[in-house]
């Protein structure tokens, strides 16, 4: 009885392994394909300084409501600077426009990366899945115990 208890319990610790290295596969696909985006939040401080910087763009008039922005994402496209403006009501704003190297060292000076979040993250996950399988070398070297008293 207690041998299947501890056999169950190790087909556990390797399925949430197996989910920790999907998550760990899935979080590097997401990194990469975030890599050089930097993110800068738009709030009361900043949006004067911002807009400023903004009104320097060609494709300033096209910008909808400076007051709604929430965030700015800078990312390289083929040697192009490109904008993502993001608006509170979830509406996003592409801009495009190499004259913007204000805005650009401002936000990557201000701002955060997005795969930063993501390595933390992993590095949390490694340390669990190295725990988990410690864990799980003992339970298995119990069920070898339970399986050598029993010959």
Same mark, same amino acid.
């Given at each position: 009885?207690?041998?299947?208890?501890?056999v169950?319990?190790?087909?556990?610790?390797?399925?949430?392994?197996?989910?920790?290295?999907?998550?760990?596969?899935?979080?590097?696909?997401?990194?990469?394909?975030?890599?050089?985006?930097?993110?800068?939040?738009? $709030?009361?401080?900043?949006?004067?300084?911002?807009? $400023?910087?903004? #009104? +320097?763009?060609?494709?300033?008039?096209?910008?909808?409501?400076? #007051?709604?922005? !929430?965030k700015?994402?800078?990312f390289?496209?083929?040697?192009?600077?490109?904008? +993502?403006?993001?608006?509170?009501?979830?509406?996003?704003?592409?801009?495009?426009?190499?004259?913007?190297?204000?805005? #650009?060292?401002?936000?990557? !000076?201000?701002?955060?990366?997005?795969s930063? #979040?993501?390595?933390?993250? !992993?590095?949390?996950?490694?340390?669990?899945?190295?725990?988990?399988?410690?864990?799980?070398?003992?339970?298995?070297?119990?069920?070898?115990?339970?399986?050598?008293?029993?010959?």
């Amino acid at each position: 009885m207690e041998r299947e208890k501890l056999v169950d319990l190790e087909s556990w610790l390797k399925f949430f392994m197996f989910i920790g290295i999907v998550y760990i596969i899935f979080s590097f696909y997401l990194m990469f394909l975030g890599l050089g985006k930097t993110i800068v939040f738009v $709030n009361d401080k900043n949006r004067e300084e911002i807009e $400023n910087m903004l #009104k +320097t763009s060609e494709q300033y008039e096209e910008i909808e409501n400076i #007051k709604d922005l !929430d965030k700015i994402q800078f990312f390289i496209a083929f040697n192009d600077y490109e904008f +993502t403006l993001f608006y509170d009501d979830g509406e996003e704003e592409r801009i495009l426009d190499n004259d913007l190297n204000d805005l #650009k060292e401002y936000i990557e !000076d201000n701002g955060y990366g997005k795969s930063l #979040k993501y390595i933390l993250i !992993d590095i949390i996950v490694i340390n669990i899945l190295v725990l988990i399988n410690k864990k799980r070398k003992n339970v298995r070297a119990k069920i070898d115990y339970i399986d050598d008293g029993e010959l």
